[in-house]
């Protein structure tokens, strides 16, 4: 099967520990993207990656981390220092496509604070 | 200002009703318009792309105005399964990146 996972569907974190969120893509895709969707709010940036071994904070990066040491994986860690770290975590990857750039979603992982 | 502002709903609609959606967006540098579908507790997914000179796909039909910078979306003859929320994107940036509406939640009732 061709697309985005995501693991693991949901991910307990508790107070002080770093989490690493992971995002898996076979699409062949150059860019990746992490986004975070709390409720009732639309998705916002964290990190995204045009190329293998490049990465640029988005618009909420601080208490994250990401690293891009292959094509098709591009992992997300939350860190201690994110006070709020309950959200729905999205990754995305985007396709050049014929007529215009359009990005796809993996499933999600929704991170919970113990 | 939040950049792309999108009509607060929910919208609650009978099944065959034709509704709308409105939403405007402050970045007049963005590059490309979508619509997203979003059912509740997964993924957004692309319903379809917004182009200046309108374009329909099904009962789906969306409009770009660039000089007003605002996007419409209508849906005809709802369906049951058109119940979901609604999310006005548009991209922009040497990124690419996709700037989210808060969304639309839509109800279509039997």
């Known amino acids: 099967d061709g697309g985005i996972t995501q693991s693991p569907k949901y991910l307990f974190r508790k107070e002080g520990q770093n989490v690493t969120l992971s995002c898996e893509q076979n699409?062949?895709?150059?860019?990746m993207y992490w986004y975070r969707q709390d409720p009732g709010q639309g998705l916002r940036l964290i990190y995204y990656?045009?190329?293998?071994?490049?990465?640029q904070k988005g618009d909420i990066a601080e208490g994250y981390s990401v690293s891009r040491e292959k094509k098709e994986s591009f992992p997300l860690t939350v860190t201690s220092a994110q006070k709020n770290p309950t959200a729905f975590y999205l990754c995305?990857?985007?396709?050049?496509?014929?007529?215009?750039?359009?990005?796809?979603f993996g499933p999600g992982t929704r991170l919970l604070v113990l | 200002r939040k950049e792309v502002e999108q009509d607060p709903g929910p919208f609650n609609v009978p099944e065959g009703a034709t509704v709308a959606f409105n939403c405007t967006y402050s970045n007049s540098a963005s590059q490309s318009f979508f619509w997203y579908r979003q059912d509740c507790r997964k993924e957004p997914k692309l319903l379809m792309s917004v182009y200046s000179s309108g374009n329909e796909d099904g009962r789906f039909t969306a409009q770009l105005n660039r000089a007003s910078q605002y996007i419409s979306l209508l849906i005809r003859d709802s369906k049951l399964s058109d119940s979901a929320t609604y999310l006005c994107v548009v991209m922009e940036g040497s990124a690419r990146q996709l700037t989210f509406g808060s969304g639309t939640q839509l109800t279509v009732l039997p």
């Open positions: 995305a990857t985007r396709d050049r496509g014929e007529y215009q750039e359009t990005q796809y």
């Open positions: 699409l062949n895709h150059d860019a």
């Open positions: 990656s045009q190329i293998v071994n490049d990465f």
